[in-house]
């Protein structure tokens, strides 16, 4: 049976040791380090090196982390100490910033997916307009992808976005080229106030209409909002079981009792709901 996906993602900066700790023992389905905007630039050298350390072992939860820029002056240490030729054992993905061509990828993908497998899963970020338009191109830009998400502060900085629906065609097409190129959906960027749970309750809903599954966060009082929006209500539960039983009765589309037309993307749905149930 396939392990159900994750849905809460939660930040750590590389810098602070017992946040990371704390991270790992928070319930979050994945941690990941920051090395990048979390981190002071007189700070990197010593996150990148207790980043390494830690990653020596193996973690009670998988653990990735965002790596800053290529283009930038800390890149390319960051991926020789904590994603080196040998891998690290408690390594289980590198996220990628500011990705806006498919060479980007390749880039990190040479320096760290060795002719044997084994690497961590690559996962990049598209925080500007460039690389949202060249969504589907990145997400097929190397086997070793996992997944992309957007970078939301960053892109509603460079496209000038005022109003949060601004942000929504962006969000779509990513959710598109995620879907078109086998991967799995994008979860939602940071809400960056952690105060304000009912703010992130309505964000998650509206990314969930639009096909995210999952959210990054940037505090632990923000993973239970999240799991729970993203979970399947029990009416969904309830009604995602009657359409995979009325299609293991009988083949072909059909309408059930209660007027709901079944054909194979409703079981698939349905099968796809009854999936992340199993998290409850």
């Keep these: 049976m396939t392990a159900p996906p994750p849905l809460?993602?939660?930040?750590?900066?590389?810098?602070?040791?017992r946040v990371v700790a704390k991270a790992l023992a928070s319930g979050a389905d994945v941690v990941v380090i920051d090395l990048e905007d979390a981190v002071a630039p007189d700070r990197k050298a010593y996150a990148r090196a207790a980043c390494a350390e830690l990653l020596c072992d193996p973690q009670p939860v998988p653990v990735h982390v965002r790596v800053n820029a290529l283009a930038g002056p800390w890149g390319e240490a960051d991926l020789a100490a904590v994603a080196p030729a040998g891998g690290l054992t408690g390594l289980a993905g590198l996220r990628l910033p500011k990705v806006s061509s498919p060479a980007d990828v390749v880039r990190v993908a040479r320096r760290t997916v060795p002719a044997r497998g084994g690497a961590p899963g690559l996962?990049?970020?598209?925080?500007?307009?460039?690389?949202?338009?060249?969504?589907?191109?990145?997400?097929?830009?190397?086997?070793?992808?996992?997944?992309?998400?957007?970078?939301?502060?960053?892109?509603?900085?460079?496209?000038?976005?005022?109003?949060?629906?601004?942000?929504?065609?962006?969000?779509?097409?990513?959710?598109?080229?995620?879907?078109?190129?086998?991967?799995?959906?994008?979860?939602?960027?940071?809400?960056?106030?952690i105060r304000d749970l009912d703010g992130l309750r309505a964000s998650c809903a509206r990314g969930r209409a639009?096909?995210?599954?999952?959210?990054?966060?940037?505090?632990?009082?923000?993973?239970p909002v999240i799991a729970c929006a993203y979970l399947p209500t029990q009416e969904e539960i309830e009604r995602a079981e009657t359409v995979v039983k009325a299609a293991a009765g009988e083949q072909g589309a059909q309408a059930l009792p209660d007027g709901r037309f079944v054909d194979a993307a409703v079981v698939t749905a349905a099968r796809r709901i009854l999936s992340l149930a199993r998290r409850r």
């Excluded at 809460?8 to 040791?17: E, F, K």
């Excluded at 992309?148 to 892109?155: A, F, P, Q, T, V």
């Excluded at 639009?210 to 993973?223: D, E, I, K, M, T």
């Design 123 to 193: 996962y990049a970020l598209l925080e500007t307009a460039l690389g949202i338009e060249r969504a589907h191109d990145v997400a097929t830009a190397h086997p070793a992808l996992r997944g992309i998400s957007i970078g939301e502060e960053d892109l509603r900085t460079d496209l000038g976005v005022r109003d949060d629906a601004g942000l929504d065609w962006s969000r779509s097409r990513v959710v598109v080229a995620a879907r078109a190129a086998g991967l799995a959906p994008p979860t939602q960027s940071v809400h960056p106030d």
């Design 210 to 223: 639009l096909g995210f599954l999952g959210r990054a966060a940037v505090h632990p009082r923000q993973l």
């Design 8 to 17: 809460t993602w939660l930040y750590a900066p590389g810098d602070r040791p």
